[in-house]
């Protein structure tokens, strides 16, 4: 998608901004997305390739146009409006996945019903590790959704507010224990907190956490995802769980003091 500032725009969309950041940390990655035939669709395609990221599986509607998000700013905070509908919201997908360690999914991409459908069926797919970044963003959240797309992960990451926003729709208590009872195939909770850093908890109650590095910061958007991206690598390296987390924080960091969650090149 595109993100409109008020004084700019960005390549940007948070499977995106992971996608580009696994690239940078040598993964091959790949895209599942569906673009309009437009100028904005053909920017974050040729984006896309800058970064390194296998576009075989990035769709092109003949109908539906790019999809855009005005960023509102305020001080380093910001709200997003996602505008609808979008051809993101009409992925076929296809009939079956090359072999892949990881699949990163998520709420936004399952607002409408046949990207919905084809991210249910592709998460059925074989792989190691299935990550469920919540990224809720209101009105375009489903119990149901979450509920499932909860039920499949490996790996969940939700921020100190997601985390209590969920726990409610799920009728549960705000403690990872209580997600890890209703989420059976979960190993790994990750809980960011901000500037405060972020929490990493696995499914015996052990729990590690750290501070996020102090920096100035230009723009928070994309912080989040570099995060994913960091954790994933981390993991698939099976590093130890507090170097994991440090490693995701720092990956975080990087986007920080610039514009856009985009890694630099």
């Not at 569906?34 to 053909?42: A, M, Q, S, Y």
């Not at 979450?146 to 969920?166: F, G, P, Q, W, Y």
């Amino acid at each position: 998608m595109i993100d409109v500032y008020p004084d700019a725009r960005a390549v940007a969309g948070a499977p995106l901004h992971v996608a580009a950041h696994l690239s940078k940390l040598g993964w091959c990655a790949r895209m599942i997305t569906r673009l309009g035939r437009d100028p904005e669709g053909d920017l974050i395609r040729a984006t896309l390739e800058r970064h390194g990221v296998d576009v075989s599986l990035v769709e092109t509607d003949e109908e539906l146009a790019t999809g855009t998000v005005t960023i509102h700013m305020s001080g380093t905070s910001h709200r997003f409006e996602i505008h609808k509908p979008a051809a993101w919201d009409a992925i076929q997908g296809p009939a079956g996945l090359p072999p892949h360690e990881v699949f990163l999914y998520g709420t936004l991409a399952a607002r409408c019903e046949t990207s919905r459908a084809t991210m249910l069926r592709l998460l059925d797919g074989d792989c190691s590790m299935r990550v469920f970044d919540a990224n809720l963003r209101p009105p375009d959240i489903d119990v149901a959704l979450v509920r499932h797309a909860l039920s499949m992960a490996t790996v969940c990451k939700v921020n100190d507010e997601e985390l209590i926003d969920v726990a409610g729709m799920l009728g549960i208590a705000v403690t990872p224990q209580a997600l890890f009872e209703v989420a059976l195939a979960l190993e790994w909770l990750c809980v960011t907190k901000g500037a405060s850093g972020a929490e990493l908890f696995d499914r015996s109650g052990a729990s590690f956490s750290a501070r996020a590095p102090e920096v100035e910061i230009i723009d928070s958007v994309g912080a989040g995802d570099a995060f994913v991206a960091g954790l994933i690598d981390g993991l698939a390296q099976r590093l130890p769980p507090q170097e994991a987390l440090e490693h995701a924080l720092s990956t975080a960091t990087s986007v920080l003091t610039t514009r856009g969650g985009l890694p630099s090149l």
